[in-house]
């Protein structure tokens, strides 16, 4: 079980915190750990507040459903986000991320405070998996390269002797069908004979 208290110093809804702590601990993954939590505080009633959990995998968007009886989550992966960017306004703050692909997400209501922190979290986050991935040395395989052996192909022109252009020629003749299987055969039989 995971201590919440660490996730109640800035002022965060305790009952929120509670709710959302322990279903995060059921969805993450080997290596994963909940480094800051923020909860929405919405100006007059709030009663259901959203709240935005960082790990050092992802970006955990948490929504109350049922009249807070179930709670919905979505996530960003590290990879997805492109960056993270807070607005201070005058109830609070609108945290975005902008992931690589598709819309903002957008969460407003978020206390100062812990927007700030949210996104040095986030932004810390995001560095650590950018510097990683463009770090990560590129493995090399070096492979024996034997020399290539360079054989010359010679070729011999042969020159056609008379008898075997003939030949040829008369063969071209029966191909087109210019002389008769007989007439073939007969000169075929003369120019070899006379070889």
């Not at 929405?40 to 968007?61: C, E, G, H, T, W």
């Not at 945290?95 to 690589?100: E, L, R, S, T, Y």
């Not at 990560?136 to 022109?157: G, H, M, R, T, Y």
């Amino acid at each position: 079980m995971i201590n919440i208290d660490k996730f109640l110093s800035d002022e965060q809804d305790v009952k929120t915190v509670e709710k959302v702590i322990g279903k995060l601990t059921d969805l993450l993954t080997t290596g994963e750990e909940i480094i800051y939590l923020a909860v929405q505080k919405k100006p007059a009633v709030n009663l259901l507040p959203d709240s935005i959990a960082i790990s050092n995998k992802r970006i955990f968007y948490c929504e109350p459903g049922n009249l807070g009886l179930t709670m919905n989550f979505k996530d960003i992966s590290w990879k997805n986000v492109k960056e993270v960017s807070f607005k201070e306004e005058f109830f609070g703050s609108k945290f975005i991320c902008v992931p690589q692909h598709g819309e903002n997400i957008v969460t407003e209501f978020i206390p100062k405070t812990q927007a700030r922190k949210l996104h040095q979290a986030a932004n810390e986050q995001l560095e650590q998996f950018t510097s990683l991935n463009t770090q990560a040395p590129q493995k090399n395989i070096d492979l024996e390269i034997e020399e290539a052996q360079i054989i010359e192909q010679s070729f011999v022109e042969e020159t056609e002797d008379e008898t075997t252009l003939k030949l040829r020629k008369l063969k071209t003749l029966y191909d087109k069908q210019l002389i008769t299987l007989e007439e073939y055969e007969n000169k075929k039989a003369a120019i070899l004979a006379s070889f």
